[in-house]
């Protein structure tokens, strides 16, 4: 069921990009980044695998992310969806660690990230195309090095396996800046998948590929969902792949979570013929999408 969130129409000003934070410990909190890369711990726990409680982020007077609060469960994809600048990148980065929040807490698979960060990202990992991995190692050289980080049992035959998952065993010893987009998107997904994550952090995972790749990388990790107990939250803009790989999605406008609910229900019950429509009505004129549901 659809459900709807209040929007906000607060003034921001425009703010330029920072340098990118991924794959850097935490920049505003001294003293943490030393537990960034620390071993996989395996204690399973049970529950959410991913809770958000009102986290907020302000860059300046820019309110980036406004008081979102959401989970995601074992075996769920999550679609994190919302116009450019709506505060999704901005929502990874905390739960990555590598920002901090202005307020509020992350629970990852039942660790508090504020409270026991080496444990919490342990279990986690991610794929950004913003984020290549460092181009003058090999694919196989990057993939060990990381599972090292990591510290992935039995990492040789690991690497074998995601390798192959991911069609890279002809590229082991190329290295990863003369790789073209799309290749690079491949390793980088691999060592997304090398600790086994329980918390899967993807964004705009398929940007770059062609769409046959494209919909072979949306199979499997529709079937790692499947098969473990991983949470996904994946961001797209596109809405055909959001509506085939996500079980829910949320859109989020200017920070704020407005609506929630399944990709391929929603459109209908906000009285849109497909989620594009629906993404640009939220996009454009996000108060008319609770008019939408109040008249429903
Ligand atoms: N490091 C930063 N310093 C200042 N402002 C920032 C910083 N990072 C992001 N912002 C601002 O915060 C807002 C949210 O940005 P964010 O990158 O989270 O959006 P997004 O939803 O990921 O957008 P896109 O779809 O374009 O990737 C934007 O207004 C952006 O300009
Ligand atoms: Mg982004």
């Not at 959410?48 to 469960?73: N, P, R, W």
């Not at 629970?107 to 913003?130: E, M």
């Not at 190692?137 to 690497?159: C, D, E, H, K, W």
């Not at 085939?244 to 989020?252: D, I, K």
């Amino acid at each position: 069921m659809a459900r709807v969130r209040p929007a906000i129409e607060a003034g921001r000003k425009p703010l330029a990009w920072a340098e990118n934070l991924l794959m850097r410990p935490v920049l505003d909190s001294p003293g943490c980044h030393t537990d960034f890369w620390m071993p996989h711990d395996t204690a399973p726990t049970s529950g959410s695998i991913l809770s958000v409680s009102q986290l907020h982020k302000l860059y300046g007077e820019t309110l980036a992310v406004d008081g979102v609060s959401f989970s995601v469960e074992p075996h769920e994809i999550l679609g994190l969806l919302g116009p450019n600048g709506a505060g999704k990148t901005t929502t990874i980065n905390m739960i990555l660690g590598v920002l901090q929040p202005t307020s509020g807490s992350i629970v990852i698979d039942g660790c508090d990230l504020a409270l026991r960060r080496r444990q919490a990202l342990s279990r986690t990992n991610f794929a950004a195309v913003y984020a290549p991995l460092p181009g003058n190692l090999t694919v196989a050289q990057n993939l060990r090095v990381f599972g090292m980080l990591y510290a992935v049992p039995a990492l040789s035959r690991r690497i074998e396996s995601v390798l192959a998952e991911f069609d890279l065993v002809r590229f082991r010893n190329t290295k990863c800046g003369v790789l073209s987009s799309g290749e690079q998107t491949r390793v980088a997904l691999a060592k997304a998948m090398l600790n086994q994550p329980r918390l899967l952090l993807l964004d705009e995972p398929t940007a770059s590929l062609d769409p046959a790749i494209a919909r072979e990388i949306r199979a499997t990790i529709r079937e790692f969902a499947a098969r473990t107990q991983v949470g996904v939250l994946w961001t797209s803009h596109n809405m055909i792949e959001v509506a085939e790989v996500c079980h829910r999605v949320l859109f989020l406008s200017r920070g704020r979570i407005l609506l929630e609910g399944d990709p391929r229900a929603l459109p209908s019950q906000l009285g849109h013929k497909t989620l594009e429509d629906l993404f640009v009505t939220v996009a454009r004129e996000p108060l008319t999408v609770r008019h939408a549901e109040e008249d429903a």
